[in-house]
């Protein structure tokens, strides 16, 4: 067997990327964009030793699961990789790569998983779920200008109107920016000579208030004819705030640092609802937080979703109304205010300074008093704190230099003993999961129950093997869909300490 050859493949299993895999002459290959279950000829790409890479080049059979993919570009743009699967077989699909980590990489027997395992939450409307949209510009070959998507892997932009991921408020500003850039000779920014002007516009859409906000990334300090752009993104319904953000690197990150307001106010603001999780449904409760996003904010990107995430974590967390919490990786304290609603004290820390600022302005939106925030890193952060209060019980010296009357010592080193030793832990790591020693000071601290989300569920079975080792033990796990269309799955689970 060489490159180029045409193979026939069975489809039997999946990879956790969302690759159909086959085998053939002894040898597995992984497909993009074939489904379990489909029966199609494959051109190899790539060959190993026990293993190669094949490219879809026909159906013969197609899997029961499949479906007629919506958007024509889907296999071109990367983004969906698992679009032509139809919305169940996507939820089994994403439970079953949670289930297999658990299993596989957290050391958990199958029975117990399926035991403590609760059905996936998947998505009402699987489509146009997203907030946020980030979209390229660039030059078509009669050198007009485009906005689209980055093809898979590569840097070269498809020209897209619309994508079915991202509300339909999106299309109307890309036509106006678009018109724009034509009537006033707006130049593209070139990636790779570092030339002409317009990088990129981004889009938030606030999903509870139709609040709508474009940012426009230049490689220069101003707009030309700024005003006639803002006529036209301002008539938008909806329109809220204009931004220009100034980005003269030669880079793929996508924001620069510094951001101007052109129209409207410099932030959108959006709101969370609490839900009640009854069994299997999700109803809305009165109680709801409220947040300014501004274009650099980090902001969970589908808030349907989220309102579920969030209401299941708070229902894991077990609060009655006087606990002490931590929620580490809060970002803009997203999860911190909620938990506020119905704990006593909550801990946020986060690594973005920036961040923190929005958790400690949103707190302060929505009145919210028993919510701190601090900066830094949450391996550093935790151990320092925990080391800290332990030496000053033991020395009882606590906070001589800076509490001048004795109350304030005393309530203060009774709320420093809350905090190495509170009732919940919650943390929401990034992709890499937690660090060992954060998970070290967690068990350490000896809270009654740990509550983590996960946007990864091989770096949560990793983490939580750390954790069952220390005393915990693994109670609640639900996978919940804020992806559709892509291989991706949150998690959340409840550990509680053992015997308790
Ligand atoms: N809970 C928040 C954010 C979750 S995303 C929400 O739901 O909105 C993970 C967050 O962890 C990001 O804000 C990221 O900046 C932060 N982060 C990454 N590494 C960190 C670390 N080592 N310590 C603390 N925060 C970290």
Known sequence: MQKNDVIELEITDMSVGGEGIGKFGGMTFFVKDALIGDVIRARVLKLKKSYGYGRLEEILQPSETRVEP????????GGCQIQAMAPEAQLM?????????????GGFAADFIAEIMEPIVGMEEPYRYRNKAQFPIGTDKEGNPVAGFYAARTHSIIPVEDCLLGVEENRSVLAAVLAYMREHHVSAYDE???????????????FSTGELMVCLIINGKKLPAEECLVERLSAIRGMKSITVNVNQEKTNVILGKETMCIWGEPYITDCIHLLECGDG????????????????????VNPVQTEKLYSLALEYAGLTGNETVWDLYCGIGTISLFLAKRAGKVYGVEVVEQAVADARRNAALNGITN???????????LPRFYADTVTVKNEGTMGESNC????????GRQAAQDMAHPDVIVVDPPRKGCDRACL???????PERIVYVSCDSATLA????VLVDGGYELRRARAVDQFGQTVHVETIVLIQKKNS
Not at 192 to 200: A, D, I, P, S, V
Not at 290 to 297: D, E
Not at 404 to 411: L, N, Q
Not at 440 to 446: E, G
Request: net charge positive.
């Open 281 to 300: 449904h999700f109803t809305r409760t009165d109680t709801s937080v409220k947040f300014w996003i501004s274009p650099q904010s980090f902001y969970q």
């Open 93 to 105: 699909f994403k439970a079953q790569k949670v289930r297999g980590n658990l299993i596989r990489l």
């Open 371 to 381: 919510a701190e925030f601090f900066v830094g890193k949450a391996e550093e952060v």
């Open 404 to 411: 001048p009357t004795k109350m304030r010592r005393e309530s």
């Open 192 to 206: 790779t000579t570092g030339k002409g002007l317009m990088r990129h516009v981004l889009i938030r859409y606030g």
């Open 70 to 77: 919506p958007c024509p570009l889907h296999r071109r743009c």
């Open 462 to 465: 990793r983490d939580l093997r």
């Open 440 to 446: 070290d000071t967690m068990i350490k601290m000896q």
